[in-house]
């Protein structure tokens, strides 16, 4: 890139074009040269806005997280209308976009990136995982309050399941991501002991 040319957001320029990487080449294909020829600027453009890569890697990491904060109030704002199972699909859907399946696996990758990610959100997991559990416990919760759940489910323990059974369903990047029936049948797998049939 010729010198005194400016970027227009520069970071955020940075992040589209590693999230390209992550979904044309992996977590394995992520690294500092791929994402600025990937962005078309010279190497020392990430440097003037990051410490390090695992700087950049926590910075992208983050913005995800901060998305899911949007998809809480929303899915929260949900409750008590609707069915359960439908909300917590549609919610599944959204939190597994492509993009976000490829930063749970590069979270995974690099035990530098998880060091660093729980230095500033000391919670026990993996990150963005750990805060996707977090937002559905909180969704079961209000249900629970509002009588559509069973007042003794444990809603943490169905969150974990939800997570794990979703993050397992979307995790091949090969075959790509499910039918909406398949996160469906898992949903209602999850919550038929704690949920009202008719509120399923």
């Not at 026990?124 to 007042?151: F, H, K, N, W």
Request: aromatic share 4%.
């Amino acid at each position: 890139m010729p010198t005194g040319v400016a970027l227009r957001d520069a970071r955020r320029q940075l992040f589209d074009a590693a999230e390209r990487v992550l979904l044309r080449d992996g977590a394995n294909g992520l690294t500092s040269r791929a994402v600025t020829e990937e962005a078309g600027v010279a190497k020392g453009v990430l440097h003037r806005h990051f410490a390090d890569f695992d700087d950049f890697l926590v910075e992208l990491v983050r913005e995800r997280i901060a998305r899911l904060d949007v998809s809480a109030a929303d899915l929260r704002g949900s409750a008590g209308t609707g069915t359960v199972a439908g909300h917590l699909t549609a919610a599944l859907i959204d939190l597994f976009d492509p993009v976000t399946a490829a930063v749970v696996s590069l979270i995974i990758f690099r035990d530098e990136l998880r060091t660093r990610l729980r230095q500033t959100r000391p919670a026990p997991g993996v990150p963005v995982l750990t805060q996707a559990a977090g937002m559905i416990s909180a969704y079961l919760r209000d249900e629970c309050e509002m009588g559509r759940i069973a007042a003794d489910a444990d809603v943490d323990a169905l969150a974990f399941s939800l997570i794990g059974a979703a993050h397992l369903l979307f995790a091949d990047r090969e075959a790509g991501p499910p039918d909406p029936e398949a996160v469906d049948r898992v949903v209602n797998a999850v919550m038929a002991d704690v949920v009202q049939r008719r509120l399923l």
